[in-house]
């Protein structure tokens, strides 16, 4: 049994980590010497590609969270027929005479907006010029402000983290019919 050979044919039992012979290095490593200056482009593009990696795994998070708004957005969008309800509940409410209702009902409807809030709900608060990004309007009335000028709110818009949920339904002004516009002629042209 000692006299078996193995399969490289010269009966010594090859080492684990190779075959080395007392300290040398084997032929293979000896023609491998890397340059200095290709040693030098090898670390670069290793560094570039640890900071691709690390770009990749930021917009990875990113898209995660991108998504979870969308999503959350998306369930705000099935929750504000119930919002503007409660707030023709509050309105209705407030009329009664029962205080303990109208109470009630100021009550449901604080901690349900403290709930969406904390989870990135914001009220559009449309004032001055009308906002074609956040506003939507439903009507235009003659009125002597300027043009465009927003005059009431007729159903709030809401953002869930900066995404928009729900436009706000606006009435803006308008020039009055018989105004007419200055074009920079004297003549009137």
């Known amino acids: 049994m000692a006299d078996e050979k193995n399969s490289n ?19 293979a ?32 998070a990113a898209d995660v969270a991108n998504a979870k708004n969308v999503g959350k957005a998306e369930m705000l969008k099935r929750m504000l027929p119930v919002l503007d309800e409660f707030e023709l509940a509050m309105i209705s409410s407030a009329k009664s005479q029962d205080e303990n209702l109208s109470k009630g009902v100021k009550m449901v409807y604080a901690n349900l907006m403290d709930a969406l809030k904390a989870e990135g709900l914001s009220e559009l608060e449309p004032s001055g010029k009308y906002d074609p990004y956040t506003d939507e309007i439903i009507m235009a009335k003659e009125t002597d402000k300027d043009p465009g000028t927003v005059l009431e709110v007729l159903k709030k818009g809401y953002k869930m983290n900066g995404i928009l949920v729900r436009p706000a339904s606006v009435i803006i002004s308008k ?14 042209k």
């Open 175 to 188: 020039e009055p019919n018989g105004a007419q516009k200055d074009t920079g002629n004297k003549d009137g």
């Open 9 to 27: 044919g010269n009966g010594k039992i090859p080492e684990k980590n190779g075959d080395r012979s007392q300290g040398k290095e084997p032929e």
């Open 29 to 60: 490593a000896m023609n491998n010497v890397v340059s200095k200056s290709e040693y030098e482009e090898l670390k670069e593009r290793v560094l570039r590609m640890a900071a691709e990696f690390d770009n990749y795994k930021k917009r990875s």
